[in-house]
């Protein structure tokens, strides 16, 4: 397991009944997860002292129920700093597991030892991005929802990245890589966050286990001559950290790892599960 335990203004406190209790920054908030199937003694006070929780509802959905609370704040990770709030569905703009992809993005890229050109798509609100341009790296950020990509531009301003060589792309990026594929652009590294479920702009349906295999044979066409790295994370349970190994090596060749990725749980010591990641190199 690749495990985020480098954050400081960000905790797992403790995680029970299939909700977490977290703290961001100054803030607590409690959210649902499907991953805590067990019914620990829930001792943290701050299960009772919450700035906001997410109810969800027996109809589906469900909404927030906060107090003391701004509409957002900032978080900072090492020398990123990103806007966190509270939004549909218990998120908040920000995923901390992914940390410990961001520290391996930096690496790669300081060690290549040459310019390095990211395609970052399903690229939400910037994490992989800013890791990648803090690093050095030419950046395109695809994302086909607007607002995603303002804020990930918001949060490339407040890390003083805002300067940096990075284009921001609002569209879908099937649709983006086939367009790149004939312009004949390439990418010495790709990142890649998929949802597990959704609909495109004309109703058509995306199914992380059904879709991943040729979008990554497509994505594999605008890979340099001198690839560094691939990323792909998932958090579709369907899809074991081997599958997505077999998947990418046997799209690209070269060498796959995966792991789960995991959050620390403060209370108990153990880690909490958090989907999963490939890293692909030549």
């Known amino acids: 397991m690749w495990i985020s335990d480098k954050w400081s203004e960000y905790e797992l406190l403790d995680c029970s009944s299939g909700e977490r209790l977290e703290r961001w920054g100054k803030h607590i908030l409690i959210r649902p997860d499907p991953q805590v199937v067990w019914e620990t003694t829930k001792e ?26 701004p509409d ?14 509270l939004m549909n569905f218990k998120h908040t703009g920000l995923f901390p597991e992914q940390a410990v992809n961001w520290d391996y993005i930096i690496d790669k890229i300081k060690n290549a030892n040459r310019n390095i050109n990211v395609l970052n798509l399903f690229a939400y609100t910037g994490g992989a991005t800013l890791a990648a341009s803090s690093a050095g790296a030419q950046v395109c950020h695809v994302d086909a929802a607007r607002n995603m990509v303002s804020r990930a531009r918001d949060n490339a301003k407040l890390s003083g990245l805002e300067e940096k060589p990075t284009r921001w792309i609002v569209d879908d990026c099937s649709k983006f890589v086939k367009r790149e594929i004939n312009r004949g652009r390439r990418y010495d590294a790709i990142i890649m966050d998929p949802p597990s479920y959704g609909r495109g702009p004309s109703g058509e349906v995306w199914k992380l286990e ?47 790892e995966s792991q789960e990725l995991g959050i620390p749980v403060t209370s108990s010591g153990l880690t909490l599960p958090c989907g999963a990641a490939c890293r692909w190199s030549a």
């Open 210 to 256: 059904d879709d991943l295999y040729e979008f990554l044979k497509l994505c594999g066409e605008v890979l340099s001559d001198k690839p560094l790295f691939v990323l792909i994370n998932s958090y579709t349970t369907g899809l074991s950290p081997s599958t997505l190994s077999y998947i990418t090596q046997s799209v690209l060749g070269g060498k796959a």
């Open 44 to 69: 943290n006070p701050y299960w009772n002292k919450a700035n906001a929780h997410y109810h969800r509802s027996s109809t589906g959905g469900g909404q927030w129920s906060k107090k003391e609370i």
């Open 72 to 85: 957002k704040w900032e978080i900072a990770y090492k020398d990123l700093s990103f806007y966190v709030n």
